[in-house]
Structures are given as C-alpha cells and as structure tokens.
C-alpha cells in the first residue's frame, strides 16, 4: 500500500510517497525537472513488495510548499539541507539506497558525500555527475550563467513552457504513444503557479554551482565504490551517454545499460528498468 504524507522541516511542509514494509532496505527516490516524485508514481508500486521506498517534493516542487524567492533561497545546497533533515530527522532513516534523476543527482550526491557511511547503493537514471555529462540542452544556460540579465534570461524561459515539458518527455522516446500526457500535463500545473518561474529561474542559474562539487563526488565514488546500477536513457538532450559512461573510470564494477529512449526513461521502460532494480539490489 502506497501513502501519501506530509513532514515538517524547519517550519515548511515537504510531501514525501511511502510504500513498502520499513523492515525492507530502504530505497530515496529524488526526482528531477521540472518533475516531482509524481514521476516515480509507476514505479514504486512495483518495488514495494522488495523494498521501503520514500520519494519526497523538494521545496518549491509538488506538493511541498514553496515559499517566494523573497523567503527562501533556491539553491541545490540548500535543497539538499531540506532533503537530508527530511530523512534523517524527520524520518529517522539510517541507512538506505538513492535512486537520482537530474535534479535528484546534484541533490541526492551532496547527500551522500555528507554521510558516506549512509550509502547503500545508488541508482542513476539519467542523473548527471561528470562534465562530459552535460549535453547540448544546457547550452541556451551558459550565457544566463556567466551573466544574469532580462537577455540572457529570455531564451532560459522557454525551459518553463509546455512545449519544453513536452519535449522533455518526448523527445528521443521510441514510442510516444507510450508516454502519458499526465506526466507533462501535471508538471505543466505546478510550473505555471504564480512564482514558480522565478523559484526555477534561480535555481536553473545555481545549477552552474554543481559542477563546482563533481570532484568531491568522484572522491566519494573512487572510495567507498557504492554499488551502482545506471539505467539511462541514450537519446537525452541534457544529459549525455558519455556522461553515463564516465562513472565506470570511478565506480568500474557499475552495471551501466543504455537505452534507446529519452530523458525520463521511466515514463517508456518503467518495467524494465524496476526489474533491473529488483534484480541488482535484492
């Protein structure tokens, strides 16, 4: 049975999914954009039965609440600080794997560096750690990087529309027809609240900040050798098949599998890709 609950952290309300029995070993399922845990809504019936799965909102996604720009600082450092209370304050988690999809990687490895010991394994879907790993997608960011301006800001909007989110789900898929429009359409309703664009706009421009740890990341990989499984979809725009490819030089006995679909992987081989979770880590 799959629920459905809110936690407070530092006053602030994250909704968080919970399925499966607490005596199985826990797996964190921290999604990506412009997404919330809406996208492992699939997949975590069909884990439950071999795991406890917890699949948080961050603040300022979902369900969680999400505070002005004026009230809260967007940025993945301070994400990670949310998500990390969350599990281990809030929920009192001890030890558990990480299932990291875009945003969920910068969020979930800061985690992980910060409690080493913590650290079962690791389930990479398409979640970035390597700067081979970041694709033509991001170009239209690095001028809105290197300088924050109304200019370079306007090509970084088209991110927030629905003709990106669907896009994003679409794109490099091999059968569309597999992709329901609930993915998109539910990403689109949370995307176009009032403020939600300067909420993404701030955390877009920190996004640069994450490349600033991937050594510190790959310290961690080269050390404690996680075990890793990385499913990836080869056909991603953002996100590069080199960049899924580069964590076999830190973590060489990772099972890799590249499939022929695109970003959000999940949304066209969520069976396959369970399967492969149920079988490598049970």
Known sequence: MQTFQHATV???K???REAGSKD???IVLLHGFPSSSHMFRDLIPQLAEKFHIIAPDYIGFGYSDAPSVSDFEYTFDNLAEYVDEFLFSALGLKKFSIYV???GAPIGYRIAFKH????EGIIVQNGNAYAEGIGAGFDAMKPFWANRTPETEKPVRTLLTLETTIFQ?????KDASRISPDSYTVDQHFMDRAGNDAIQLS???NYQANLTHYDEWHTFFRNKQPKTLIVWGKNDPFFTVEGAQAYLRDIPKAELNLFDTGHFALEELGDVIAKKIVSFFS
Do not use: S
């Not at 080493?116 to 650290?119: E, K, L, M, P």
């Open 101 to 103: 999809q875009d945003y």
């Open 14 to 16: 994250m909704f968080y």
């Open 169 to 173: 789900y679409t794109h490099g898929v």
């Open 10 to 12: 530092r006053g602030l």
């Open 24 to 26: 199985l070993p826990t």
């Open 116 to 119: 080493q010991d913590a650290i």
């Open 203 to 205: 955390l877009l421009h």
